[in-house]
């Protein structure tokens, strides 16, 4: 194997969050500029927000996907702010976006974590549909469309603890899962929902591979409390933008208070089930990933300490090594769900 | 002319992954260009211990191929690529010691003797030492016969580096079948020349 060559924006351009927090007016206020210059009118004609809003959500923002909705990249443009506040939000330091999306995985694209933004650049995500299944009213087959159109976009921040003691925080949009399940109106014998990742050997190439432990499709799933609890968001996009195939395009799970591989990407079945359903490291390997996967300092990984995390991007001399918190910091809100419940065992 | 220059080409090579990585810690130190990436300790810890495993087998393909390709002069590039092997090694356990547990001592030691991936590599290491120390021509002659009986340690070191790597598989068996498979058919080797020979000698008493 050569030495890999890494084509990304330098880690320690973090991006602070005041300039995050602006960047939507620069990039109107940009937008005015680059209009008011090319009809040579700079400080002549005030170019209404609207134009600088359009412009923006339209920007031709370069994401790993074949091609951009239209009405998606707008809904994402449009989502609200997180609220300054509370558990929706934090005070930590975002994660860059080039980290975000260039440092994940995404095992369908490849074992590496540079493989997922590699290997996804032509990924489709039109048409995408959705199909819902088992313990409901309105089972069926969905279009994309279709799941989303109710829902307003929310920005949601979130830190994202990996299993493999590394974290990111990380600006999602998305919008409650809990609402998009009650569309289907489950039933009284869905005690769990599942979910279930697209299979395309033609487009995930690590799906074609012989030497893939994992027997795809990548399955996950909740217990219903933990899928209608507030914090839990079905995502559709990070920092402004729709979500890149490398980051689960066009729909992804995202739990905070559970390891990163709860976060099923690039969903294509929803299941109400009366059983727990399977789940895929757990199948793969049940003595090290549980159906749990609450994050839990308390409870070691067989092979490494749960203790502390690398909080990314880190760097070498001064690493960003911070103690992991009980539910990933989000006890006050969701412990009460595991009341009773032995965590050692149940992890 | 080849002979002459291969050694010190080889050793350029052999030093390059090790230049490139040394460059990369050297701009993380002086805050420039960023070619780690947002895990550097981790990617340093994965691309050292890769070197690391690969030159364990190169070390080990030295022997086999010298006959198979009747190469006599291979032999001359044994010990740099078995040096090169505890170097890499060296390097991947210092990337661990300093950049993944900061040279927390107490951590150090639960780590080597409770995770078992651990406690094999380390013992491939501590296996490795004496070889190394005594790869110059002086221990070789003052060792004689016991130096290339020593020197077998290698197999056993190859066998646990690849066990190290078959633990840490997780989504791909793609390393643990390429490494475990090269070391079985280099160690495979072995024992059926071995065997061979025997044979032979039987052949000629017999």
Request: with cysteine; charged share 20%.
């Amino acid at each position: 194997m050569l030495i890999k060559t890494k084509k990304d924006i330098p880690s320690s351009e973090i991006t602070p969050e005041s300039v995050y927090r602006n960047r939507r007016q620069f990039l109107k206020d940009s937008a005015n500029i680059a209009f008011g210059a090319a009809t040579g009118s700079v400080l002549a004609g005030p170019v209404s927000a609207q134009t600088g809003d359009a412009l923006f959500a339209r920007a031709p923002v370069d994401i790993n996907l074949a091609s951009k909705p239209e009405w998606l990249v707008e809904k994402a443009a449009n989502r609200t702010d997180a609220p300054a506040t509370g558990p929706y939000n934090t005070d930590e330091e975002l994660t860059p976006f080039s980290d975000v999306t260039t440092y994940n995985n995404f095992y369908e694209f490849g074992t590496g974590k540079g493989d997922p933004s590699s290997n996804a650049s032509e990924f489709r995500i039109e048409p995408w549909t959705v199909e819902v299944a088992g313990e409901c009213a309105k089972p069926g087959i969905y279009a994309l469309e279709d799941i989303l159109r109710p829902h307003t976009f929310e920005e949601r921040i979130y830190r994202m603890r990996c299993v493999e003691a590394w974290s990111m925080v990380v600006p999602w949009i998305g919008f409650s899962l809990g609402d998009l399940l009650k569309r289907f109106e489950p039933n009284g014998n869905a005690n769990f929902v599942a979910f279930e990742t697209l299979v395309d050997r033609g487009q995930m190439p690590a799906q074609r591979s012989r030497f893939a432990t994992i027997d795809w499709p990548y399955q996950e799933g909740l217990r219903m409390d933990e899928a209608m609890h507030p914090l839990t968001i079905m995502a559709t996009g990070l920092y402004d933008d729709i979500l890149p195939a490398q980051n689960g395009a066009p729909l992804r799970l995202v739990v905070p208070w559970k390891y990163g591989f709860k976060n099923i990407k690039s969903i294509v079945k929803i299941e109400f089930t009366r059983s727990m359903p399977n789940n895929t490291w757990n199948d793969l390997q049940p003595s090290e990933y549980g159906f749990y996967a609450n994050v839990n300092p308390e409870v070691s990984h067989p092979r490494w300490s749960q203790a502390t995390e690398r909080r990314l991007p880190s760097s070498l001399f001064m690493p960003r090594r911070i103690e992991t918190k009980m539910f990933n910091g989000y006890a006050d809100e969701v412990a009460s769900l595991y009341a009773g419940m032995d965590l050692r065992r149940n992890y | 002319m080849v002979k002459v220059i291969a050694k010190p080409v080889v050793f350029l090579l052999c030093l390059l992954p090790a230049a490139y990585l040394a460059y990369g810690v050297y701009l993380a130190f002086s805050g420039g260009e960023d070619l780690l990436g947002p895990d550097p300790a981790q990617y340093l810890a994965l691309e050292t211990g890769e070197w690391a495993i690969r030159f364990l087998i190169a070390s080990l393909a030295i022997t086999p191929l010298r006959f198979l390709l009747n190469m006599p002069s291979l032999f001359r590039l044994r010990r740099m690529i078995g040096v090169y092997a505890y170097f890499y090694v060296c390097l991947h356990l210092l990337v661990f010691l300093w950049f993944l547990l900061g040279w927390q001592w107490d951590n150090i030691g639960r780590e080597i003797a409770e995770r078992p991936y651990i406690t094999i590599g380390f013992s491939s290491f501590v296996l490795l030492t004496p070889l190394a120390a005594t790869s110059f021509n002086v221990a070789q002659r003052k060792l004689g016969r016991k130096w290339k009986t020593l020197h077998r340690l290698t197999y056993a070191c190859v066998i646990l580096a690849v066990l190290h790597v078959v633990w840490i598989v997780r989504s791909s068996y793609f390393d643990a079948v390429l490494y475990g498979g090269l070391a079985l058919v280099f160690l495979g080797y072995r024992v059926l020349r071995h065997y061979s020979e025997s044979v032979r000698k039987y052949a000629i008493f017999g």
